[in-house]
C-alpha cells in the first residue's frame, strides 16, 4: 500500500472539492486532491449538468474562483471555436443559449479549464491529484480523522492519506459514513425543525431523485435508434404518484403551481399552451453561435424531468440497493431516450425521432450516458448551526424582511428552495427563497474537529439543501472550507474555535474578504428581494 502525507486532503473533484484545493494552495498549503472518475468538476462536468445559477452570477456576488471559472470557459471557446461575428463580440459570451443558465457550455470544456487552472500548483507540488481513487475507509483517532484510505487508479492499487485537515467533497458525504462522523439523511420532520414544508416526521429514505443525463444531437434522416430498455414498458405505462400520466410523455407538472404542463421537444406552440422546447432548456451547444456550417446540430443535455429517477433511494441502504437504484436509473434514462427516438409526438402529427443520436464524445463515456448520476441530495452533517426553511425561506420569514444575517458568514449564494420529486412519493417542493449567506456554523460538525464538508453535505435540511446545492454554492463552500483548513493549520486552532472566537473570527472573515475577494453579505436591496428564476 503506498502512503502519502500531505497538509490537506480533499476526497472528491467536484466544484467544491477544486475550489477547496486551490484556495488552499493559494494560502500556501500542500493538498492531495482525489476523484472517483477521471474528470474534475462533479456536478459541472462528470454530471454533466450545465450550470444552474442565480442573476447576479455576472456581478461581484460570484465567488471569486467560479467567476474566473466561468470567464475561462468563455476564453477557451473564443480561442478555440469559430464563433460568428455576434457572438465573438459579446463579453457575456454563451455557447449553448440554453434556457436554464446565463451561459451553458460543454461538460469537457470545463474540464479543459480546470486542468488548466490547476496546472501551475501541480506542477509546483501544491497539489497532487488522484483521479479514478474512491476512499474505502477513514482512520479515525478520537475526534479526529487522521487519514483515509483510497482504491482505485490503473491497477486498483489502496492508496492511504495522511492528513492535519480532510475535506469530505464527495456527492454522496461518504467519509461522514466511514469516519463515523455524526450525520443525517433524508427529509427532517416538521416536528424537529419546524419547517414549514418539511413533512411531519422525518423519514430517512426520503431523498431528492437523482438523474443519469446523457448528451444529444440531431442528425434528420438518420437512425440512431437505441435497442429497447428491458424497463421501457414499465416507465411507459408506469404513473408516479405526483404526475398526471406515465413518465415517458411530454405531460407532467410545474413544479412551482403543481398546474399540469405539456412540453414539446421542438417546435413548441406556445399558444395551444406548450411550454418551451425541452431541446433548449440544457443545450451546451448552439449552431447559430457559430459560423454557418461550422457544426451539422445543436447539442443539448437530457437533464429534464422525464429522467428523475424516484423509485429507491441510494442511502440509507445497503451496497447492493444502491446499485440496484443506480442501475434503474440508467435504465430510466435509456427508456426516455427509446420513447424519444420511437413514440414522442412530433408537430407535424408523427411519432418519434429516430435521428436523434446520442453523443458519448460529449459525456466522454462509451455509452453516451454522464460518468456519474446528477446527485441532489447528500448525507449531511449534524452541524453547530443547520440552515433551515426560516432562516431564508420567503414564505417563513416575517414580510419582506430578507434571508438571515449570520454574524459568521463565508460566502453568498441565491437560489429557490428547488426540491424535485423524491423517494418517498413525494411531489415538487418550489418556493422562493432569499439570497443567503452560508454561515461559518453549518460547516462545522458537532464534534470531529478536522473533517470539513465541502459539496452537499454542510449543515442544511432536506429542504434547504434545495437552495444550497447548486454549482456557484458549492463552489463558495469549497473556496471557505480550503481557506479554513489553511487557516487552522497557520494558526494551530480547530474551526470551532475560529467560530467561538469573535477575534479569530474575525481575522478568518477578513483574510476571505480581503486577500480572497470574497463577498460575505448581499448588498440589502438584494438580501430581501426573493430569487426568481
Known amino acids: 500500500m503506498t502512503e502519502i502525507r500531505t497538509e490537506i486532503l480533499v476526497v472528491g473533484g467536484g466544484l467544491g472539492g477544486v475550489a477547496a484545493a486551490l484556495t488552499a494552495a493559494r494560502l500556501g498549503r500542500t493538498v492531495v486532491l482525489t476523484e472517483a472518475t477521471d474528470w474534475l468538476g462533479g456536478q459541472l462536468t462528470a454530471q454533466a449538468v450545465p450550470p444552474d445559477e442565480h442573476p447576479w452570477i455576472e456581478g461581484s456576488a460570484c465567488p471569486p474562483g467560479y467567476a474566473e471559472l466561468r470567464r475561462r470557459v468563455r476564453d477557451y471557446y473564443r480561442r478555440n471555436y469559430p464563433l460568428g461575428p455576434e457572438a465573438a ?10 434556457v436554464v443558465s446565463r451561459m451553458c457550455h460543454e461538460p469537457r470544456v470545463a474540464v479543459a479549464v480546470i486542468e488548466e487552472m490547476l496546472a501551475p500548483w501541480r506542477s509546483s507540488g501544491a497539489i497532487t491529484v488522484l483521479t479514478g481513487y474512491e476512499p474505502v475507509a477513514a482512520h479515525t483517532d478520537g475526534d479526529r480523522v487522521e487519514a483515509v484510505t483510497l482504491a482505485g487508479g490503473h491497477d486498483g492499487r489502496e492508496v492511504t492519506v495522511h492528513a492535519s485537515y480532510v475535506a469530505d467533497a464527495t456527492e454522496l458525504g461518504d467519509l ?33 431523485a437523482v438523474s443519469w443525463c446523457f448528451a444529444l444531437d440531431h442528425r434528420p434522416g438518420e437512425n440512431h435508434v437505441i435497442d429497447r430498455p428491458d424497463s421501457y414498458d414499465h416507465w411507459r405505462t408506469s404513473v408516479a404518484p405526483f404526475w398526471p400520466g406515465p413518465q415517458l410523455s411530454f405531460t407532467d407538472i410545474v413544479p412551482i403551481t403543481l398546474e399540469q404542463r405539456t412540453w414539446a ?58 446499485e440496484a437504484a443506480l442501475a434503474a436509473g440508467r435504465e430510466l434514462s435509456l427508456s426516455f431516450l427509446h420513447w424519444l427516438q420511437t413514440e414522442a409526438p412530433r408537430p407535424d402529427g408523427g411519432t418519434g425521432w429516430p435521428g436523434l443520436r446520442l ?60 426540491l424535485h420529486p423524491s423517494t418517498g412519493g413525494r411531489t415538487y417542493i418550489d418556493i422562493e427563497s432569499y439570497p443567503f449567506q452560508i454561515p461559518l456554523g453549518a460547516l462545522i460538525p458537532v464534534r470531529v474537529d478536522n473533517l470539513l464538508p465541502a ?31 489553511g487557516f487552522c493549520i497557520e494558526r494551530a486552532l480547530p474551526p470551532r474555535k475560529v467560530r467561538s472566537d469573535q477575534a479569530q473570527l474575525a481575522d478568518y472573515q477578513r483574510l476571505l474578504s480581503g486577500s480572497l475577494g470574497i463577498r460575505l453579505a448581499w448588498p440589502e436591496e438584494i438580501r430581501s428581494r426573493p430569487h426568481h428564476y
Request: aromatic share 6%; net charge negative; hydrophobic share 40%.
Open 89 to 98: 463580440r459579446d463579453p457575456l459570451l454563451d455557447p449553448g443559449l440554453g
Open 176 to 208: 461522514l459514513e466511514l469516519a463515523g462522523v455524526e450525520h443525517v439523511i433524508g427529509a427532517e420532520g416538521r416536528d424537529e425543525t419546524g419547517e414549514p414544508h418539511a413533512p411531519e416526521t422525518a423519514d430517512p429514505l426520503d431523498q431528492q
Open 265 to 322: 421537444l421542438m417546435g413548441a406552440d406556445r399558444e395551444a399552451g406548450e411550454h418551451f422546447d425541452l431541446w433548449q432548456f440544457r443545450r451546451v451547444l448552439a449552431r447559430e453561435t457559430f459560423t454557418p456550417g461550422a457544426f451539422a446540430s445543436d447539442v443539448t443535455v437530457v437533464n429534464w424531468p422525464q429522467i428523475d429517477y424516484w423509485e429507491a433511494p441510494l442511502l440509507g441502504v445497503d451496497a447492493a440497493a444502491r
Open 359 to 418: 453523443r458519448p464524445d460529449v459525456t466522454g463515456t462509451a455509452d453516451g450516458l454522464a460518468k456519474a448520476p446528477y446527485i441532489r441530495e447528500s448525507r449531511r452533517i449534524k452541524a453547530e448551526l443547520t440552515v433551515v426553511e426560516q432562516h431564508v425561506g420567503v414564505g417563513a420569514r416575517p414580510p419582506g424582511a430578507g434571508s438571515e444575517v449570520f454574524h459568521d458568514s463565508v460566502g453568498l449564494g441565491s437560489y429557490r428552495i428547488d
Open 455 to 485: 459539496n452537499k453535505n454542510i449543515g442544511t435540511t432536506h429542504i434547504t439543501n434545495g437552495c444550497y446545492r447548486l454549482h456557484p454554492v458549492e463552489w463558495a463552500i469549497g473556496e471557505a472550507v480550503g481557506a479554513l483548513a
